[in-house]
């Protein structure tokens, strides 16, 4: 059974931050919201409140970071990639100062409806230049966000997790930079997932396997850049094609990267993007907006008969019914 | 001056703002219990203000919408002729009627309470409080009872209303524009280049009113960033600005009184506290923001206090059914 970790991010970000203390965390009025009270409450004279105004946040930060500091924006995602866009593409993005913007509450996991619901962050992210994208799909990743960033050189934003996260990977298999995590191995179909729609696919690709599909299935945590060989080759050996599912909009994220990297490397082969079918959400329950949306496991399935053209006895009972293990990743020995 | 319904005097109107505040911090309370958690301290703080705008200051027109809350008819766009605002709680759209653009959206638990108390929703609308599929969201949207515009990223209503004021002020309009802000949002660059354009192009149609409750979600607003002098600040970006005691019915209504005419915004600063009516909620300053409860002694003491708002406001709606007849609420156009 997979273990749950309650505000992974909080207690590390404490931790890393110990004895560094050129980091400094900057906060927009949601400091609890997003785990960033531990670091605030250890050491306050690192944390600066600049109160609900993003838009100046970005600068701040962005002098911060000329003078050799490192800052950590902290705040949700849509008011990191929205509110603040030509701040953070201007004064952080074009100098490629180092400002590190750690965004919560990705795509459809909040009720808080359209407003506060990041649907197109990585679309946004993506096209500026000196960009780097991380996206945590557990409490590993969550975890490895700090290191991982703080090695980049240039402004990184990482698509975050808070509250109660699956720890889905190992805790000594830390997320590895521009590297993706081979889930499973196979020659049907490839399935690449990212954040939280990772743990809803392994339900999908657990029943898929159990009909004899058999599936590459590779969660990826860096979406920009976006360059592993290990995903071209995944694709390159599936069978029936791939499918790309995250919980975003199907413009401008994982499925786009993955449509772009086929074309440019001649890979001939159908893909599916399961995302948000370029329409706003609103305000309701993960699961049911998951459904509604159609980026649960049943949609996963739908997809592999889609593309198999197979179809496959699966029932959202024998969905439910997966239990799943911390997963080993398939060959962690991998090196690129 | 503005007119209010000639058949109730002031001092039936004060009392009718103050039973049904209480009768939304109650409903609001109730429902902070229901869910272990709601934004009660804006209850606390707003009740007072936003009854008295909807039953002393804004000419609305009587409700064009169901009182069971319409289910949520996808999202707007091309193809989905459905989509629709809450706008229609708030009366129907008239030139000589007011429009009222509710920002701070996480207050839309005590909006949905008020206009249950108003007759404009029915007893039973929070049923499908942050239900799936429901409009009656936790954070409110333009698709929500009592909404007109998307205002969740907050401090964006004020500009979408200046847009508002200025098409009704392009077609001759008398009716005003009432905006209701948190406070808070006078951190965001946005408020203030709103009341920059609206005094440039001399929007005299459009009123403010702040709940200055000095709180936001990480405590005490003069430890976050603070806005202060907030009154000063405004009057130097040319608003007329008032100054008044949030929880004060005819003070609120008087700084209204004849506004529309001039060619300057209005701003009313409503000093509040966001622990009115619910003494209890002090302990846990200056963390007021979202109200979850820590054990089970405290959930049982809040339900003590929620028995006991029942019972007042029974005793008081028993004697002033005798004192009076009923008016019509929130009707005073
Ligand atoms: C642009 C933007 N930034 C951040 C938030 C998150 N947020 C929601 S309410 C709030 C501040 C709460 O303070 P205030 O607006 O004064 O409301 P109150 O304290 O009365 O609840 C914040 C920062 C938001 N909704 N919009």
Redesign the pocket.
């Known amino acids: 059974m997979i273990e749950t970790v309650t505000r992974p991010h909080r207690d590390n970000l404490v931790r890393w931050a110990a004895q560094r203390p050129e980091v400094l965390v900057l906060s927009?009025?949601?400091t609890a919201?997003c785990e960033a009270d531990g670091f605030r409450d250890a050491y306050p004279q690192r944390f600066f409140s600049l109160g609900?105004a993003?838009q100046n946040m970005m600068g701040f930060a962005a002098g911060l970071a000329r003078e050799g500091f490192f800052p950590y924006i902290h705040?949700?995602a849509?008011?990191i990639t929205r509110?603040p866009y030509d701040q953070l593409a201007m004064s952080i993005a074009y100098p490629n100062l180092p400002v590190r913007m750690i965004g919560f509450l990705p795509g459809i996991t909040t009720p808080?409806g359209v407003?506060?619901q990041a649907i197109d962050d990585v679309a946004l992210m993506r096209v500026i230049p000196n960009m780097t994208i991380l996206e945590a799909g557990d409490a590993t990743d969550v975890e490895s966000m700090l290191d991982v960033a703080q090695a980049v050189n240039g402004p990184v934003y990482v698509r975050q997790l808070r509250g109660e996260v699956p720890r889905l990977f190992p805790a000594n298999a830390p997320l590895q930079f521009g590297q993706a995590r081979v889930l499973s191995r196979g020659d049907d179909l490839c399935v690449l997932s990212s954040g939280i729609c990772t743990e809803e696919a392994m339900r999908a690709t657990a029943a898929l396997a159990a009909c004899g599909v058999s599936i590459s299935h590779l969660h990826v945590s860096t979406l920009k850049p976006f360059d592993d060989p290990q995903i071209s080759a995944a694709i390159a050996g599936a069978r029936h094609g791939v499918i790309a599912m995250e919980n975003h909009s199907i413009i401008g994220g994982l499925g786009a990267a993955t449509a772009e990297r086929m074309a440019e490397e001649g890979i001939g082969k159908r893909l599916i993007r399961i995302g948000l079918r370029d329409r706003y959400a609103h305000g309701a329950s993960r699961d049911y907006l998951m459904r509604e949306y159609g980026l649960d496991a049943m949609a996963l399935v739908r997809a592999a008969e889609d593309l198999t053209g197979q179809p496959l006895e699966i029932s959202e009972a024998d969905l439910a019914a997966v239990r799943l293990g911390t997963l080993q990743a398939a060959d962690k020995t991998e090196d690129l | 001056m503005n007119p209010t319904d000639p058949t109730s005097s002031g001092n039936e109107q004060r009392q009718q703002v103050a039973r049904i505040a209480d009768a939304v911090r109650r409903r609001v309370l109730e429902h902070t219990l229901k869910h272990n958690g709601g934004?009660l301290?804006?209850a606390c703080?707003?009740a007072e203000l936003l009854a008295t705008l909807y039953l002393r200051i804004m000419r609305l027109g009587p409700s064009q919408a169901p009182l069971t809350p319409r289910p949520f008819a996808g999202v707007p766009a091309a193809d989905n002729p459905h989509a629709f605002t809450g706008a229609d709680y708030n009366g129907p759209k008239a030139p000589d009627l007011d429009r009222f653009i509710f920002s701070?959206v996480?207050?839309a638990l005590v909006l949905y309470s008020l206009l249950i108390e108003l007759g404009r929703l029915g007893p039973d609308a929070l049923d499908a409080f942050n239900r799936d599929g429901s409009t009656v969201e936790l954070?409110g949207a333009e698709h929500s009872p009592g909404h007109e515009v998307t205002a969740?990223?907050?401090?964006?209503a004020i500009s979408q209303a200046g847009g508002i004021a200025l098409a009704r002020r392009l077609r001759g309009e008398p009716g005003r524009v009432w905006v209701f802000?948190?406070?808070?949002?006078f951190q965001?660059g946005q408020t203030w280049e709103a009341f920059a354009a609206l005094t440039h192009h001399r929007i005299g149609n459009l009123g403010v009113y702040i709940?200055a409750?000095a709180?936001?979600?990480?405590g005490a607003?003069d430890e976050v960033s603070t806005i202060e002098p907030l009154a000063e600040r405004l009057r130097a970006f040319g608003a007329e600005v008032h100054e008044v005691d949030g929880h004060d019915s005819d003070a609120l209504t008087a700084a209204a009184e004849g506004f529309g005419n001039g060619d300057r915004p209005l701003a009313v600063i409503a000093r509040t506290d966001?622990c009115r009516g619910i003494e209890r909620m002090r302990e846990r300053a200056p963390k007021?923001?979202y109200v979850r409860f820590k054990s089970d002694a405290e959930f049982k003491a809040y339900e003590q206090l929620l028995y006991k708002m029942r019972a007042q406001e029974a005793s008081a709606n028993a004697a002033s059914h005798t004192a009076s007849s009923q008016t019509t609420l929130g009707h005073t156009g």
Do not use: K, W
Request: with cysteine.
């Open positions: 927009a009025d949601l919201s609900m993003e705040t949700f849509v008011f509110r808080g407003t506060h | 934004y301290s804006q703080s707003s701070p996480h207050y954070i969740g990223s907050l401090a964006q802000m948190s406070d808070g949002e965001e709940d409750n709180q936001q979600c990480d607003m966001p007021l923001h």
